[in-house]
């Protein structure tokens, strides 16, 4: 592992045109057997960057080709990772008032993968013999 790359497993919620750059430039310091997981809830989004094809036109196929980056519209992918970022819309309405509803949809997705996570015991936390009180 060089110095740029980081042990961290990220995952990005929404792939518009803040989330598909940031899953980009955060994919170049992942190393290849941990992609970032890149989340979004449009499966046609999804398929056509699978395809190499980016609507928003910020990426190119190229590139999209040699991401590591684990395209999905699947929230049972988002358990286990460590770092989640949130970068969906909150469109405003005439009031200037911001629409928090894909923010919150976003919210209760990444809450579902916290909790199956931390249902999910770990091999530290299964102990065969009780912990010995401390004195």
Partial sequence: MNEAEVTEQVAVIGLGYVGLPLAMALARHQPDDQPVVGFDIDTGRIAELVA?????GEIAGEALAGAR????ADPAALPGRTVYIITVPTPVDEANQPDLGPLRSACAVVGAALARAAATPSRAS????PARPRR
């Fill in 69 to 72: 980056i684990r395209f999905t």
């Fill in 126 to 129: 299964s102990r065969s013999s």
């Fill in 52 to 56: 190499g094809h980016d609507r928003t």
